[in-house]
């Protein structure tokens, strides 16, 4: 990148792609491309073969049931559906409690949930660390809080949140819990019976998997609940012009052709994911940061945003007299790919009063090398 080897530390964007991802892409579209559960010839059954195959995958990487995975677009889609199928149920009066700390995809699709349903939204605030201030989520909880949504890791400052506790004290109060899982599916382990969430949703492109596709967990009894989100093809059982009857889930909330291929080469990705062990990533990508976090706090003119005690590789940043854009900007000459701007969590970015951040973040194919040129050329722009 600009004529030097790429420094890529923008993996909580979207991360780079393993070439056994890459190739099962390329195979399938090459030599098996085909529809899945329409048709009897070999190359459909082949593909359905394949694409159940990874809902498979998906199931067991949770400890989920296979009935329990929903393919969508991304975690962006898995909370949408989520809104405006599960909120089908809500009623005016109803409460909705988010976090400070939410990506935008987890704000929005709420504000328009209770400007449609008249219900009332509740925002759990944050400390000068970026932790929550979980002291006040008992008085936030109340008799009418039906929902709670919150990130299990926050994108823009890497907060690991206390999600067994939150999930705990909003089952007590007669709530279902959505958890975003976008950052941390693919750096620590998942286990939502564990968990008991009642939804979990991630994105196949932060996982080293295809852009365009997402899981979401749910919960089977609230599955059969919930009205189907989309109408067409694939997802019903029969249909009359007097009346239509829908398939059980998943396949209730998987309207027309979903992403075949993409679908299929993600089952290469969680199997890559597996074999490295989420442990093992997660003590390494820990080493990162912390060595990162180190360096970085020696430096004049730097102030990491973001210092929870349990954070995932992520580290945001504001440096003295530089705006995060030029900042970004330097290190692209250098061939060091970072993120700048407010990260889809303005409200985060508010409550530290700075208009813009800088975000390195690291994936399982950075080393400490990259680290150490990162804080070299960090150094000579300051």
Known sequence: MRGNPLIYFDTAATSQKPQVVIDALCDFYAHHYATVHRAIYESSLHATQLYDKTRKKAAEYLNATDEEIIFVKGTTEGINLVAFSYGELLKPGDEILITVMEHHSNIVPWQLLCDRKNLTLKVLPINGNAELELDKLDQLLTEKTKLVSVAHMANSTGTINPIEKIIEKAHAAGAVVLIDGAQSAAHMAVDVKKLDCDFYTFSSHKMYGPNGLGILYGKKELLEQMPPYQGGGDMIEKVSFAKTTFLPPPLKFEAGTTQIAEIIAFEKALDYILNLGRENIFDYETTLLDH???????????????????????????????????????????????????????????????????????????????????????????
Request: aromatic fraction near 6%; charge should be neutral; glycine fraction near 8%.
């Open 292 to 382: 990162a976090t180190d360096q970085m706090k020696k430096l004049d003119k730097i102030t990491i945003i973001g210092t929870a005690k349990h954070k995932g590789p992520v580290i945001s940043f504001v440096a003295k007299g530089m705006h995060a854009l030029d900042l970004g900007t330097m290190l692209d000459l250098e061939g060091i790919a970072i993120r700048t701007g407010h990260h889809c969590a303005q409200p985060t970015l508010d409550f530290f009063n700075v208009p813009a951040l800088a975000r390195v973040s690291f994936g399982i194919y950075n080393t400490k090398e990259e680290v150490d040129q990162f804080i070299e050329v960090l150094k000579t722009l300051i």
